[in-house]
């Protein structure tokens, strides 16, 4: 064991001396050593001991190496050790248990003890502790304690709870100053409530560096509640051995009344001018809400061990209370929230608008969370509300505050995600983010907030003396002098329930999506079948058949068909593809064969009526693009005229060839290009012309001009002399694959008979 500059023993026998280079990993839980005002044994399952303090010479007056092996019964008597067997057999470890100690045991001779048990892996660990008298006029007891329960409900706000807090442990405990310490989001503390001597500086307001209290004695606060150094300048008192003869490791005294605290620790509190301390812990929802920080300066305090448990008890009871309180105000913020969200979603059910745009038009957007902006990115297009930054800058905070999953993600601090984001911090400085990957998200949007914070001393002097040559040893600050400083770039915390309607918002934005695509799904089928014949009718001179077939997984495609007759006695047969399946495509088709229909029943050829569909897709239908072949079939003559824009070529069979016709004119509908050509045949008697889809004839892999080769040849190889119900389905199969796409195919056959 060494000394450090001070001339006190190192406080941590059991590993390396630490220093502010590695405060964040110090083992603070395996000190190897314990306070000298009591004794510890750590006894295996036998219960005999196999480490010890080595103050148990002055204790109990034998040393330690003797009585490493000794059953704990031949060391503290059968009265201790019948406690112990029973404690464990009960496992009621959460008491002390008042024991006398025989008298001819060193200074614990005859003298009343509190025997704390608590186990620590395979360790039954057993702490004696001499019962302090008390240096306060309190008496604890069970009716001081129901009193002070009762002035701590009295209470009506969590700051005059605090302050009650800390005057009633000062009261029990005796020490020169209490104080409750709140830990933000970042861990930082601020004193919220103080109880002192007079005649001693407040620290009431200040606020304290996370890096004063890291991350591991957090976690240690939440394991052991409270927390005793009745003298500062103690000598720790190692334990032997240091290590656990069975696991070679130190011993884990995180649930220990007696352990030695970090020397990083105790030289802070030197600092600070305070002679003794001890902790209480806050906890909340299993976290560490703060903590209840007490401080002496005139000499060495040790509190009794049931003072310190009714300190625990009501720093339990005020963190519930804290509990109970912030719930019901979040509860009270929360159905605030849930009527704007029933009235935001009521109103996206009945607008008509597209849901996104409607969401953006309703002001509860904004006040679902109290965000003082929104932004939403969907399939390129920017919708935004409020004040937001531009366009590049919402991208930057999408891609680092968005999630994998898309579940709700949230910051009070966007500067931390990505520096460059704090120029925008005036306007966005914390947000909420929902998404579904990088081309579809949601935010909400807070400007910082301007504030300036009362430090207990400057919060960068760590930082700052990391920047010191290495060689420097790194203490705990000395300074603790009043500093002030304006903390910018950061905005109001989102609280939980905030998160909460966010995700219930996304919910029920998907349900909208759902039932709206439902109700355009049913209408466009509806469309679909209105407008797409099931069957052709009759004409005097001509049989027409079609067959339909809905592409794989869809009843909704581009695919029609159409047949009517014009007033001057021709049938005009017609067969189209709109680019695209689902809704659009099917809304698209029902435009383009109305349109179609009207323009031949206006009087105009099928070229001019095709030029003018082509109009009709580029000024209603933009993006869109489609093909049609149109015929006009006089039955009498046989005469026919033919145009066609883009779609596949028709087919003549005509004694006993088959011949596709010229396709040679516009292409797409959509594109502005070309101009359409009529071109005329007669049809003989028992001709046919066959008119189709690609869906018939498209094949992956497989060239287009390959396919529709075969399927002239299955045509005119087929005998299309019986019915034409046969001869189509025969048809339907003749090109070898797998059918992807919806197809249509229509025929056209001659019969000669006019009457």
Request: some cysteine; glycine content about 8%; aromatic content about 4%.
């Given at each position: 064991?060494?000394?450090?500059?001070?001339?006190?023993?190192?406080?941590?026998?059991?590993?390396?001396?630490?220093?502010?280079?590695?405060?964040?990993?110090?083992?603070?839980?395996?000190?190897?050593?314990?306070?000298?005002?009591?004794?510890?044994?750590?006894?295996?399952?036998?219960?005999?001991?196999?480490?010890?303090?080595?103050?148990?010479?002055?204790?109990?007056?034998?040393?330690?190496?003797?009585?490493?092996?000794?059953?704990?019964?031949?060391?503290?008597?059968?009265?201790?050790?019948?406690?112990?067997?029973?404690?464990?057999?009960?496992?009621?470890?959460?008491?002390?248990?008042?024991?006398?100690?025989?008298?001819?045991?060193?200074?614990?001779?005859?003298?009343?003890?509190?025997?704390?048990?608590?186990?620590?892996?395979?360790?039954?660990?057993?702490?004696?502790?001499?019962?302090?008298?008390?240096?306060?006029?309190?008496?604890?007891?069970?009716?001081?304690?129901?009193?002070?329960?009762?002035?701590?409900?009295?209470?009506?706000?969590?700051?005059?709870?605090?302050?009650?807090?800390?005057?009633?442990?000062?009261?029990?405990?005796?020490?020169?100053?209490?104080?409750?310490?709140?830990?933000?989001?970042?861990?930082?503390?601020?004193?919220?409530?103080?109880?002192?001597?007079?005649?001693?500086?407040?620290?009431?307001?200040?606020?304290?560096?996370?890096?004063?209290?890291?991350?591991?004695?957090?976690?240690?606060?939440?394991?052991?509640?409270?927390?005793?150094?009745?003298?500062?300048?103690?000598?720790?008192?190692?334990?032997?051995?240091?290590?656990?003869?069975?696991?070679?490791?130190?011993?884990?005294?995180?649930?220990?009344?007696?352990?030695?605290?970090?020397?990083?620790?105790?030289?802070?509190?030197?600092?600070?001018?305070?002679?003794?301390?001890?902790?209480?812990?806050?906890?909340?929802?299993?976290?560490?809400?703060?903590?209840?920080?007490?401080?002496?300066?005139?000499?060495?305090?040790?509190?009794?061990?049931?003072?310190?448990?009714?300190?625990?008890?009501?720093?339990?009871?005020?963190?519930?209370?804290?509990?109970?309180?912030?719930?019901?105000?979040?509860?009270?913020?929360?159905?605030?929230?849930?009527?704007?969200?029933?009235?935001?979603?009521?109103?996206?059910?009945?607008?008509?608008?597209?849901?996104?745009?409607?969401?953006?038009?309703?002001?509860?957007?904004?006040?679902?969370?109290?965000?003082?902006?929104?932004?939403?990115?969907?399939?390129?297009?920017?919708?935004?509300?409020?004040?937001?930054?531009?366009?590049?800058?919402?991208?930057?905070?999408?891609?680092?505050?968005?999630?994998?999953?898309?579940?709700v993600t949230s910051t009070s601090h966007l500067a931390g995600l990505a520096p460059e984001l704090a120029d925008a911090a005036h306007v966005a400085a914390g947000a909420v983010h929902i998404g579904n990957g990088p081309d579809r998200w949601m935010m909400w949007l807070r400007p910082e907030i301007e504030k300036t914070v009362d430090w207990g001393g400057d919060p960068t002097n760590k930082a700052l003396a990391a920047a010191e040559d290495p060689s420097v040893r790194l203490s705990p600050r000395k300074s603790f002098e009043k500093w002030q400083q304006v903390v910018r770039g950061q905005s109001a915390p989102w609280h939980a329930w905030q998160l909460s309607m966010v995700e219930n918002l996304r919910q029920h934005l998907a349900s909208e999506l759902l039932r709206r695509s439902h109700e355009h799904t049913a209408i466009a089928e509806s469309l679909q079948r209105a407008v797409v014949l099931d069957e052709a009718p009759e004409f005097a001179g001509i049989d027409v058949l079609s067959r339909y077939r809905p592409a794989k997984g869809s009843q909704l495609g581009g695919d029609w068909w159409d047949a009517f007759p014009l007033s001057d006695g021709r049938v005009v047969l017609a067969v189209g593809d709109v680019a695209g399946h689902g809704v659009s495509a099917a809304t698209a088709m029902a435009q383009v064969r109305t349109a179609l229909r009207a323009y031949m029943i206006d009087g105009h050829s099928p070229a001019a009526c095709l030029d003018r569909l082509d109009v009709l897709v580029q000024s209603l239908l933009p993006g869109q693009t489609a093909t049609v072949v149109v015929a006009a079939v006089d039955p009498t003559t046989g005469r026919v005229e033919v145009a066609n824009a883009g779609h596949p070529p028709p087919l003549l069979l005509h004694d006993g060839a088959c011949e596709a016709l010229p396709t040679a004119g516009r292409p797409l509908l959509g594109v502005a290009h070309g101009q359409a050509r009529t071109d005329e045949l007669v049809l003989a008697p028992g001709d046919v012309l066959l008119m189709y889809t690609d869906g018939l004839v498209e094949r992956r892999g497989v060239e287009i001009d390959t396919s529709i080769e075969r399927f002239r040849r299955a045509a005119v190889t087929t005998d299309h002399t019986r019915t034409l119900d046969t001869w189509i389905d025969d048809l339907l199969t003749a090109v070898p694959g797998t059918l992807d796409d919806d197809l249509t195919i229509v025929a056209l056959r001659t019969t000669g008979a006019t009457s």
């Amino acid at each position: 064991m060494t000394s450090d500059a001070l001339g006190r023993l190192d406080h941590t026998p059991a590993y390396s001396a630490p220093d502010l280079t590695n405060c964040e990993q110090e083992p603070i839980h395996i000190p190897g050593a314990i306070q000298p005002h009591g004794l510890l044994l750590a006894l295996d399952e036998q219960r005999r001991i196999v480490m010890a303090s080595r103050n148990t010479a002055q204790l109990i007056g034998r040393p330690t190496r003797d009585l490493l092996g000794l059953d704990v019964r031949e060391v503290l008597g059968a009265g201790p050790a019948t406690a112990i067997a029973q404690a464990l057999a009960n496992g009621d470890l959460s008491a002390p248990i008042p024991v006398t100690i025989a008298p001819n045991l060193g200074q614990l001779g005859a003298a009343e003890v509190d025997l704390i048990v608590h186990r620590s892996g395979s360790r039954t660990v057993v702490e004696l502790e001499p019962v302090a008298a008390p240096q306060t006029s309190q008496t604890v007891s069970y009716r001081s304690a129901r009193a002070a329960v009762t002035r701590l409900t009295e209470s009506s706000t969590t700051a005059e709870l605090c302050q009650q807090l800390a005057r009633e442990i000062r009261r029990i405990t005796g020490f020169d100053r209490v104080m409750v310490y709140r830990f933000d989001e970042a861990w930082n503390g601020e004193v919220v409530a103080e109880e002192r001597r007079d005649d001693l500086n407040p620290f009431l307001g200040l606020h304290y560096p996370a890096t004063d209290i890291p991350a591991q004695a957090r976690r240690l606060y939440t394991v052991n509640w409270t927390r005793l150094i009745a003298d500062v300048l103690y000598e720790p008192v190692a334990l032997d051995p240091v290590l656990d003869p069975s696991t070679g490791a130190p011993l884990d005294l995180s649930h220990s009344v007696l352990r030695s605290v970090s020397p990083i620790h105790v030289e802070y509190l030197s600092n600070m001018g305070v002679s003794a301390s001890m902790s209480v812990s806050m906890v909340k929802d299993g976290l560490l809400w703060g903590l209840v920080a007490c401080h002496h300066y005139s000499g060495p305090l040790r509190v009794p061990f049931d003072a310190r448990s009714a300190a625990e008890f009501l720093g339990q009871t005020a963190s519930q209370l804290i509990d109970d309180r912030e719930r019901a105000d979040s509860h009270t913020d929360e159905l605030r929230a849930s009527v704007v969200l029933a009235r935001l979603t009521a109103a996206l059910a009945a607008d008509p608008r597209p849901v996104y745009d409607a969401l953006f038009a309703h002001p509860g957007l904004l006040d679902l969370i109290d965000a003082r902006g929104a932004a939403l990115w969907v399939d390129g297009r920017l919708l935004t509300v409020g004040d937001v930054p531009d366009e590049s800058t919402l991208h930057v905070i999408a891609r680092h505050l968005g999630s994998a999953d898309g579940h709700v993600t949230s910051t009070s601090h966007l500067a931390g995600l990505a520096p460059e984001l704090a120029d925008a911090a005036h306007v966005a400085a914390g947000a909420v983010h929902i998404g579904n990957g990088p081309d579809r998200w949601m935010m909400w949007l807070r400007p910082e907030i301007e504030k300036t914070v009362d430090w207990g001393g400057d919060p960068t002097n760590k930082a700052l003396a990391a920047a010191e040559d290495p060689s420097v040893r790194l203490s705990p600050r000395k300074s603790f002098e009043k500093w002030q400083q304006v903390v910018r770039g950061q905005s109001a915390p989102w609280h939980a329930w905030q998160l909460s309607m966010v995700e219930n918002l996304r919910q029920h934005l998907a349900s909208e999506l759902l039932r709206r695509s439902h109700e355009h799904t049913a209408i466009a089928e509806s469309l679909q079948r209105a407008v797409v014949l099931d069957e052709a009718p009759e004409f005097a001179g001509i049989d027409v058949l079609s067959r339909y077939r809905p592409a794989k997984g869809s009843q909704l495609g581009g695919d029609w068909w159409d047949a009517f007759p014009l007033s001057d006695g021709r049938v005009v047969l017609a067969v189209g593809d709109v680019a695209g399946h689902g809704v659009s495509a099917a809304t698209a088709m029902a435009q383009v064969r109305t349109a179609l229909r009207a323009y031949m029943i206006d009087g105009h050829s099928p070229a001019a009526c095709l030029d003018r569909l082509d109009v009709l897709v580029q000024s209603l239908l933009p993006g869109q693009t489609a093909t049609v072949v149109v015929a006009a079939v006089d039955p009498t003559t046989g005469r026919v005229e033919v145009a066609n824009a883009g779609h596949p070529p028709p087919l003549l069979l005509h004694d006993g060839a088959c011949e596709a016709l010229p396709t040679a004119g516009r292409p797409l509908l959509g594109v502005a290009h070309g101009q359409a050509r009529t071109d005329e045949l007669v049809l003989a008697p028992g001709d046919v012309l066959l008119m189709y889809t690609d869906g018939l004839v498209e094949r992956r892999g497989v060239e287009i001009d390959t396919s529709i080769e075969r399927f002239r040849r299955a045509a005119v190889t087929t005998d299309h002399t019986r019915t034409l119900d046969t001869w189509i389905d025969d048809l339907l199969t003749a090109v070898p694959g797998t059918l992807d796409d919806d197809l249509t195919i229509v025929a056209l056959r001659t019969t000669g008979a006019t009457s």
